[in-house]
């Protein structure tokens, strides 16, 4: 951004991390996929593109990339914003704050101004401080200003800074966000009195039904290092779910990272990765190559049969998951451990994950990043301060808003109390590693540590990053990929 001498201008920026995901590690965590039907190994319809692209990368060719110059004009200000604990995560005997470096850019002239800096309750919006600070410097002079909330002035949950910087060539609005104790977020359980009882009803059907579970070696996708699976199995409803197994060729029995896809995302193999892992990556029902029988937008897929808890789609969904891990745990065969799964997923992908560990107590780990639809009911009333209607809740809203399908918002929130991860979490017994993102407009910070708290698991660490918005940064997944390896005994 760039501001002209003697011209004032307000922005909104909310400032990012400048760490970037190299592509490879974010391919190991979290890929999409082409879509490849479950037909003999002749017929496998492997997209040319895609084919083009995976050899690119086996063959550890480096895109040119064009280098080009870029100017920027100089401004009237720099400024950098330093939080008293580099996570933005404060306890009871914290001072929580910032420290506020500002230098005067403007060629010829001094500056005077203020920094006005509100503080936001980040559940409803209340505004709980201001404090105003006066502001002058000479040419190319830099202060630094102090801004402190003090210990114990604010309860326990989220808050959004807001920093408006007023000068008199310079304006700006920065956004931060700081948490307080929030390890101590516990929010009410709506657990319906028969969602247990729903769920064994839900696994009994699942278990009448035969897998027949079918793997089918994929040449065209096989390399020297990597064998590649398509792998298909009948889930609840008869469906067809299928996904995608990748499996070392130098040793056998490979520790299994089991991933489940974003909301609306078709997963591809793990082809050009992991070489220490097997990868197992799930389309669940309606997605990519699982999507025979329903195809759904991404604006219908969480509303389809949502009038219906018995034949909504997440149903179906979890159930999928969990047979997909059934699949994994029956075929040792295939070169992999059983003993050594990880479940692993980010949003839609981490709420998926988390109820596989819920049901099934053979999960050895699980890991997962900002789970969609954690504490719904907490995410209506972090929206409704917002201004604007973002996804997912946008489109419960406007479903819920046409008469004509006749479920008021309060019958749809009851209904999804059966499948909010939150009423899961105390089913959750091994080792976890969530990442949360402070500034995520999707699952808000609130909604995720309420989730975390409850979490029965006597191993468990989360991990913040304060900056991004629905993603976490590289380091993260860094220590990921080291903590499944802790988890699992892999050297």
């Not at 909010?420 to 959750?428: G, L, P, R």
């Not at 609130?446 to 993603?471: G, L, M, R, T, W």
Request: with cysteine; charged share 25%.
């Amino acid at each position: 951004m760039v501001l002209f001498a003697k011209r004032k201008q307000i922005t909104n920026r909310i400032l990012l991390s400048s760490i970037a995901i190299p592509a490879l590690l974010v391919a190991s965590i979290h890929t999409f996929a082409q879509h490849t039907s479950n037909q003999p190994t002749q017929n496998v319809n492997i997209p040319e593109q895609f084919k083009r692209q995976q050899k690119e990368k086996l063959d550890n060719k480096e895109e040119k990339k064009e280098v080009k110059e870029i100017r920027v004009e100089p401004v009237d200000l720099k400024y950098t914003v330093t939080p008293f604990k580099q996570d933005c995560i404060y306890l009871d005997q914290d001072d929580p704050g910032f420290f506020v470096e500002l230098k005067n850019m403007h060629k010829d002239e001094g500056q005077k101004g203020n920094m006005v800096v509100t503080v936001q309750d980040n559940t409803n919006g209340k505004k709980l401080m201001t404090l105003t600070y006066d502001l002058s410097f000479q040419r190319n002079q830099t202060i630094t200003t102090k801004v402190a909330f003090g210990p114990g002035k604010l309860p326990t949950g989220f808050y959004k800074i807001s920093m408006v910087l007023d000068l008199d060539y310079y304006g700006d609005t920065l956004i931060y966000m700081i948490g307080i104790n929030p390890e101590k977020i516990y929010a009410p359980i709506k657990k319906p009195k028969d969602f247990d009882a729903f769920w064994a009803q839900a696994r009994n059907e699942l278990e009448q039904i035969n897998p027949n579970y079918k793997v089918t070696e994929i040449p065209e996708l096989t390399t020297k290092h990597m064998k590649t699976y398509l792998v298909e199995f009948k889930s609840l409803g008869n469906a067809t779910i299928r996904g995608w197994l990748t499996v070392p060729r130098e040793k056998k029995h490979y520790p299994v990272v089991y991933l489940m896809p974003g909301y609306g995302i078709e997963l591809q193999p793990d082809i050009a990765v992991r070489r220490d892992f097997a990868v197992f990556r799930l389309n669940i029902r309606g997605v990519g190559n699982s999507a025979d029988n329903v195809h759904l937008s991404d604006d219908k897929y969480m509303l389809y049969n949502i009038n219906n808890k018995y034949r909504y789609i997440y149903r179906g969904a979890y159930m999928d998951c969990l047979r997909g891990f059934d699949f994994l745990y029956t075929h040792p065969e295939l070169g992999i451990n059983i003993n050594k799964i990880c479940v692993n997923g980010g949003s839609q992908g981490a709420t998926l994950a988390l109820a596989v560990a819920a049901f099934d107590d053979r999960v050895k780990a699980c890991a997962v990043e900002f789970p969609l639809f954690s504490n719904l009911r907490s995410e209506f009333q972090f929206q409704s301060w917002q201004g604007k209607q973002t996804f997912p809740l946008k489109d419960f809203i406007n479903y819920t808003s046409d008469s004509r399908n006749r479920l008021a918002l309060d019958d749809l929130l009851n209904m999804w109390d059966y499948f909010d991860v939150q009423n899961f979490s105390q089913k959750i017994k091994c080792p976890l590693l969530m990442g949360v993102a402070l500034r995520d407009k999707f699952v808000p910070p609130q909604s995720i540590f309420s989730v975390y708290n409850q979490v029965a698991s006597k191993i468990k660490e989360i991990k913040v990053n304060p900056y991004k918005d629905h993603e976490m940064d590289f380091a993260y997944f860094m220590f990921e990929d080291l903590w499944i390896r802790e988890q699992l005994r892999v050297p």
